[in-house]
């Protein structure tokens, strides 16, 4: 099995100030992935690290085939198309629509024959159980509607590793359990899915691999 994350010997600062030490592990292509711990125990700056928001200064890293120290800025944009990212408040484009909020993705990552821009957004939506939604605004559906908006776009350029961080924070259970269940949907084409979750019930219901961030460090749960 090949590596989809790799870290050895990671220490992770923000703000000049040490948040993760001496982190070495391995996610291998197709896990899924669960990252557990405190608010303020690092799991966002991990995320952070893994998409280059940043900057790796003490160890080695490498995701999707790029190595993370001293990546280059036009680099990044290249990793991220291997990446999807899902965040807790969606953020969607609030001034259009669901399809113009996908278009605009497909249009910025280098996509421009309109017939397959609407082939892939028509894809995505499907793919996150979505239909006749494409001319709503965000601020017209649901919680959990949106966030499937914001998974869909996260799957627009069909990336090998989808990063979450606290996707259900902000929906009820039964919302909650919809979207992890989507999660694990996706993981079945072979795709690496890593969570950050305070959300033991989910985690209850749709068991993966736990990795606990406490003190600095990373640990596995047996």
């Not at 590596?3 to 899924?32: C, M, P, R, W, Y």
């Not at 940043?54 to 085939?65: H, R």
């Not at 969570?195 to 406490?214: N, Q, S, V, W």
Request: aromatic share 8%; hydrophobic share 40%; no cysteine.
């Amino acid at each position: 099995m090949s590596s989809a994350i790799h870290f050895n010997e990671v220490s992770i600062h923000q703000h000049n100030k040490e948040i993760l030490s001496n982190i070495t592990l391995n996610i291998d292509e197709g896990e899924f992935v669960y990252l557990v711990g405190k608010t303020g125990a690092g799991k966002s700056s991990f995320l952070k690290i893994l998409y280059a928001d940043l900057d790796l200064l003490q160890g080695s890293a490498t995701i999707a085939g790029f190595q993370l120290n001293n990546i280059k800025r036009k680099n990044v944009s290249e990793l991220r198309k291997k990446l999807g990212i899902v965040f807790q408040d969606f953020q969607l484009l609030q001034d259009r629509n669901v399809y113009e909020n996908l278009k605009f993705v497909l249009k910025s990552t280098g996509w421009s024959d309109p017939k397959l821009i609407d082939e892939r957004i028509k894809t995505v939506l499907r793919q996150v159980h979505l239909k006749d939604i494409e001319q709503k605004m965000p601020y017209a559906i649901s919680g959990g509607e949106q966030q499937r908006v914001s998974i869909a776009r996260a799957l627009l350029n069909n990336p090998e590793i989808i990063l979450a961080d606290e996707p259900t924070a902000n929906l009820d259970p039964d919302t909650s359990a919809e979207i992890i269940n989507l999660f694990k949907e996706i993981a079945i084409s072979g795709k690496t899915i890593v969570i950050a979750t305070h959300d033991y019930y989910m985690i209850k219901k749709f068991p993966g691999r736990i990795l606990t961030f406490e003190g600095g460090k990373v640990v596995e749960n047996q």
